[in-house]
């Protein structure tokens, strides 16, 4: 989309979070670890257990993605679905609604995504992933649609890092607008289980828009997770610097609260 540039497992990563799921965390870095990283995603990954689909409904008081409301502070109603393959890839879809300006009008954002993910040992898993974010009846005279490439590594559920690359990202903020300019993210999200279904949860990233508008800024969030069966329900507190209100300015969620709820099926 985006208002601003455009994932840890709440509001603010939702869409990611549907993708990561598959291979849980992320890395990236030089051109050495890319490397090896496309070693093992090539490696043969044996496996008995059959294919298997999985659903999605959500909603939220406030669509937080790397720091920054796609709603502008309203709720939204998010929809997934996807496919896990017994050999390791995966493909799906993720939506919601979405409002990026005071008063602008509504539309739709749909996220297609595929990807595969391979063990690294014992304790973690290497996964990349493609996704191309479309926006549809977009009332914005500019095409934002745009890809963006992932790698990630994660240790066990626990914690996730993760490298990703947009070559063609189109924006507008307060320091102008950028078309077809390219975008790193670079991020680390943590879950760390509690007793009674509860879960602690926190992400922190960093976004750089220098190719975009000559800055980068900083942004995470903290939360709490409950898993009662097939539903999740959550609370997140969000944080950005300054940076990030100077681009988009109250579309930044530093020190919001969202509170969110998913069914899984």
Not at 82 to 87: E, K, V
Not at 170 to 197: H, I, M
């Amino acid at each position: 989309m985006h208002y601003a540039p455009g994932g840890t497992q709440s509001s603010q990563n939702s869409r990611s979070a549907a993708r990561i799921r598959h291979g849980s965390a992320v890395w990236h870095g030089s051109t050495r670890c890319a490397a090896l990283l496309t070693v093992a995603l090539l490696m043969p990954f044996p496996c008995d257990a059959e294919g298997s689909w999985s659903a999605s409904l959500g909603a939220t008081s406030n669509y937080v993605y790397r720091g920054i409301s796609q709603t502008y502070g309203g709720g939204a109603v998010q929809l997934g679905a996807s496919y896990q393959s017994a050999l390791g890839w995966f493909a799906g879809a993720w939506g919601s609604n979405v409002d990026p300006y005071p008063g602008g009008k509504s539309f739709q954002e749909l996220d297609l995504y595929t990807g595969v993910v391979r063990p690294l040992g014992k304790d973690f898993t290497v996964q990349g992933t493609y996704t191309r974010y479309t926006y549809l009846h977009d009332p914005r005279t500019a095409n934002y649609d745009h890809d963006e490439v992932s790698v990630a590594v994660a240790y066990l559920d626990l914690i996730a890092a993760s490298v990703s690359y947009q070559p063609d990202s189109t924006s507008y903020s307060d320091f102008g607008f950028a078309q077809r300019r390219s975008a790193l993210a670079y991020e680390v999200n943590a879950r760390w289980p509690l007793p009674k279904g509860f879960a602690a949860t926190a992400g922190a990233g960093y976004y750089d828009l220098h190719d975009l508008f000559g800055v980068g800024y900083w942004a995470g969030d903290l939360g709490l997770s409950y898993v009662y069966r097939r539903l999740t329900v959550g609370i997140s507190r969000f944080f950005c610097d300054g940076t990030a209100a100077r681009l988009y300015e109250d579309a930044s969620a530093n020190r919001t609260w969202a509170v969110s709820a998913v069914l899984r099926f």
